[in-house]
């Protein structure tokens, strides 16, 4: 069959190195995709959130299955686009319905979801401009750190911790009244601040049956020790070394099950990836955040290390069979390390010339933010390409990635030494 996935970053691209394995794969394009997906595919180059190009190319080109890789189109509803068109419907789309993306577009809805299927998270209370001076009154009910959080999507730039409560006040007056975040920032939601150590659990579900696939732990700050800015995501390692059988019982019986029977409670299509941001607070779980996608850079670890065949997998997602797939796992660990742009999460060049990714062996180069100019790679992105190895040792797996950076150059090039380095 022929295939399209919608987007451009490293996610996709290993969507696209894990499709184009599969038999069933005839012709497999990517919009806009990246000078990675270029080997693999035919790149389109349009925007995502233009469901009236997508439909174009799907129909010219017999496209029978589209997977889509980022939030924005998810919540902007192209499942239900596809759903409610005569020329479109009987594609299979991989991810869910415009409600069920809601879990990611409004943090508020997360919240409420949470509370009436009494899945572990962190107490809370959400605010608008109009209710800011009692936003600032429930700051004061809590212990630092202050957590913000704007309601809508932010690029992954929408949370604030901070430690001052006069900082918190300020921020929250900024957020709200000042629109920091746009319309992403009209409900701010606050939450208490939960100590432990984060993890990502990933599933993938048709709306009845659902599959749990490789935990991983990604590393979002900008520098060493996980100090700095947050970025998209810096590095990850799957699996995660601490989340033993106890804990991802625990996971699966009050968090995954409850969240995959809450959607079909309420009648909600969902067939696609829930991604749990969750946090280990002494032996118990609790959820930070859901996405209706995969991670990036998680998905560079996760799925190198699923044998399954990734489009028959899809397959049983559309046709709701997926109670039928039995997960097949590479036992060794996945680590992957990003590479990224100087001056990175802030101001950052493009159009730099990238060298030496070629060379690269016993490691996956998976690209980010590149394009293709006169035959030769430039950086067009802040996070510009991952590099992931695998090994029955995390450190060596780490190890190996390392080696192979050195192989790889670009202007001001950045990336961190010590993924890994709390587990």
Request: aromatic letters at 8%; one cysteine or more; proline letters at 4%.
């Amino acid at each position: 069959m022929n295939i399209l996935i919608l987007g451009s970053g490293g996610r996709e691209h290993t969507f696209a190195y894990k499709i184009a394995q599969s038999p069933k794969c005839e012709r497999l394009f990517v919009a806009p995709g990246n000078a990675g997906t270029a080997k693999l595919a035919t790149n389109v180059d349009l925007s995502v959130n233009d469901f009236e190009a997508v439909k174009k190319l799907v129909l010219a080109e017999n496209i029978e299955m589209v997977v889509v890789g980022p939030e924005d189109p998810l919540v902007n509803g192209i499942y239900d686009f596809f759903k409610n068109n005569k020329s479109l419907e009987k594609i299979a789309v991989i991810g869910p319905s415009k409600r069920g993306a809601l879990l990611e577009g409004s943090k508020e809805r997360a919240k409420e979801f949470m509370a009436m299927y009494s899945i572990p998270t962190a107490a809370y209370e959400s605010f608008k401009a109009e209710s800011l001076e009692a936003g600032k009154a429930f700051l004061e009910t809590l212990n630092p750190p202050y957590v913000l959080k704007a309601d809508g999507l932010a690029a992954g730039k929408g949370v604030v911790i901070l430690e001052d409560i006069e900082d918190a006040k300020s921020e929250l007056e900024d957020m709200l009244t000042n629109k920091k975040f746009g319309t992403a920032s009209e409900t701010v939601v606050i939450e208490e601040f939960l100590d432990g150590i984060e993890l990502s659990v990933f599933v993938l579900t048709d709306g009845k049956n659902y599959i749990t696939l490789p935990t991983a732990k990604d590393y979002k700050r900008i520098g060493e020790g996980d100090k700095g800015l947050n970025t998209g995501g810096m590095g990850a390692v799957s699996p995660v070394p601490f989340a033993d059988a106890a804990l991802m019982e625990k996971i699966e019986n009050r968090i995954i099950k409850p969240t995959v029977e809450g959607l079909a409670a309420e009648d909600i299509e969902y067939k696609g990836f829930i991604f749990i941001g969750l946090i280990k607070v002494g032996d118990e779980p609790k959820v930070i955040e859901y996405n209706v996608r995969m991670g990036d850079p998680e998905t560079e670890v996760v799925l190198p290390r699923i044998k399954n065949d990734l489009v028959t997998m899809f397959e049983q997602v559309a046709a709701q069979k997926l109670d039928e797939v039995t997960l097949d796992l590479d036992p060794r660990y996945a680590a992957t390390v990003m590479l990224v742009s100087g001056g990175y999460p802030e101001t950052y060049d493009k159009g730099l010339k990238l060298t030496g990714s070629e060379e690269v062996n016993s490691s996956l180069v998976f690209h980010a933010g590149t394009s293709l100019k006169d035959g030769e790679v430039i950086t067009s992105g802040g996070r510009v390409m991952a590099v992931t190895s695998l090994h029955e040792d995390f450190k060596e797996a780490l190890n190996t990635s390392y080696e192979n950076i050195k192989k790889i150059s670009f202007d001001k090039m950045n990336y961190r030494t010590d993924i890994g380095f709390d587990l």
